[in-house]
């Protein structure tokens, strides 16, 4: 059983695009967010929803938008790609139980 | 705001060998949680090892342990034994204690850990 998944898992697309990545968990969790690895390999938040309330709202275009129809699920909508959104999306979420943060397998992302 | 250093970009070891990976943090705070994170080259984020601050007995896990020196503000990972399969990122993270706008996790840039025969 997967914990955290997201698809896809790949993505390519063409600058200017609008694209969604998906993110799903069977945990039970409260809390969801968003982290974005650069080509040096930093992660750093983007966003976190609690209870589908946006609690994280880190300096991102607004042409990012997070989406939670409900406390298991977390979309990610990107809207007119650029070269620079080329990166790995990761979805990862923790519970009042635990402190440590589950992640889900992550998507790359590539803008052409 | 709460930093994260790692000041070794790569790291390398021989089989069966131990070695320490250094992780620096700078925080106002007094609880928080420090943690040890692997990214082999699958790209899934593994949870390695976790340390409350509160408490002063350091964390293991099998092979994995860390030195958390609370004073200094360093928080260091050591592999023994090291195998193939840990070759891999490593990234040591920080979050505050609490709930929502605390949880997320602050990372370090990670170290490069090469595992050679």
């Known amino acids: 059983d997967t914990a955290v998944s997201q698809t896809p898992k790949y993505l390519v697309t063409q600058m200017g695009n609008d694209k969604s990545i998906k993110c799903e968990q069977n945990?039970?969790?409260?809390?969801m967010y968003w982290y974005k690895q650069d080509s040096k390999k930093f992660l750093k938040i983007m966003f976190s929803?609690?209870?589908?309330?946006?609690?994280i709202n880190e300096t991102v275009p607004n042409r990012f938008s997070p989406k939670s129809p409900d406390k298991a699920h977390l979309n990610l909508h990107i809207n007119s790609l650029e070269l620079g959104d080329s990166a790995v999306y990761f979805c990862a979420s923790t519970g009042t139980e635990n402190t440590e943060a589950f992640f889900g397998q992550g998507t790359r992302l590539t803008v052409v | 705001a709460q930093t994260v250093t790692q000041s070794q970009p790569e790291m390398s070891v021989q089989e069966a060998e131990t070695v320490t990976l250094s992780c620096t943090y700078d925080?106002?705070?007094?609880?928080?949680?420090l943690f040890w994170y692997k990214q082999p080259p699958s790209r899934q984020m593994i949870l390695v090892i976790r340390q409350e601050a509160y408490k002063q007995q350091n964390a293991t896990e099998n092979r994995f342990s860390v030195n958390f020196q609370k004073a200094a503000k360093s928080f260091s990972l050591k592999i023994s034994d090291s195998q193939l399969g840990d070759a891999a990122m490593y990234f040591c993270a920080y979050r505050s204690a609490g709930t929502g706008t605390a949880s997320k996790l602050t990372f370090g840039t990670g170290t490069r850990l090469q595992v050679t025969l």
């Open positions: 925080t106002s705070e007094s609880d928080y949680y």
């Open positions: 929803y609690n209870n589908k309330e946006l609690i």
């Open positions: 945990l039970g969790h409260d809390t």
